[in-house]
């Protein structure tokens, strides 16, 4: 089943504790991109991969790292998380030539 | 700097009635047009998308009317269903294959009542 999974699904954590959230997808992807969504501000851009080892900011990247060292995974790393971090996070993946993005199930990030 | 702007926040319809979603967009070099649907715990699912070299789309009850000139696209869901209860979101992109740089609306919740 093509699909694209992200772990984990929730996370409670406190400020300054490093975490990282695991995305992987199996459709052979060049495209990959991170989003938070929060009330009222719709889905934001976090950073995108158009493929290995080519990584680019988005609208919101601050606080945030990304590495694309193989074409199905994309991580999302939060150094120092911070409650302003607090958010639900979609990892998105499309085929370069192709519109339609493919959602993971998203993971709720709660920072205290 | 919201360069999408989407409305209603949210909308109630009685079913067999009739759903409009507006979206305004400021960037002229928007070409690409999608709408995705949001289900409670799951992510986005592209819906039915748009490029403006047409005026409208259609693709069974859902449908996409654009107003080039005006920089105005609708969402309109014909015999709304309890089914189609989600959240919306209108999205727009300047590329030429769409997507790297997808700036979405704030999302319309959408409940349909029997």
């Known amino acids: 089943e093509a699909q694209v999974t992200q772990n984990p699904r929730y996370l409670i954590t406190v400020t300054g504790k490093k975490l990282t959230v695991t995305c992987s997808q199996n459709?052979?992807?060049?495209?990959m991109s991170w989003y938070r969504q929060d009330p009222g501000l719709g889905l934001r851009q976090i950073y995108y991969?158009?493929?290995?080892?080519?990584?680019d900011k988005g609208d919101v990247p601050e606080g945030y790292k990304v590495s694309r060292k193989e074409k199905r995974n994309f991580p999302l790393i939060l150094e120092s998380p911070s409650p302003n971090q607090t958010s639900l996070y979609f990892c998105a993946s499309k085929d370069r030539f192709d519109g339609e993005l493919f959602f993971g199930e998203g993971s709720r990030l709660t920072v205290l | 700097q919201q360069q999408v702007k989407q409305s209603p926040q949210s909308l109630i319809v009685q079913k067999g009635g009739i759903s409009i979603i507006n979206c305004a967009y400021e960037n002229t070099a928007f070409d690409y047009f999608p709408w995705y649907q949001q289900f409670p715990g799951k992510g986005p699912a592209l819906l039915i998308a748009?490029?403006?070299?047409?005026s409208e789309k259609k693709e069974g009850r859902f449908t996409i009317s654009f107003n080039k000139s005006a920089k105005q696209f609708s969402l309109h869901i014909m015999d709304s269903q309890p089914g189609d209860s989600a959240t919306y979101f209108c999205?727009?992109?300047?590329?030429?294959?769409?997507?790297?740089?997808?700036?979405f609306g704030t999302g319309t919740r959408l409940t349909i009542i029997p």
């Open positions: 748009i490029r403006p070299d047409v």
């Open positions: 999205a727009a992109d300047p590329s030429n294959f769409g997507n790297e740089k997808l700036t």
């Open positions: 459709m052979n992807h060049e495209y």
């Open positions: 991969s158009m493929n290995v080892e080519v990584t």
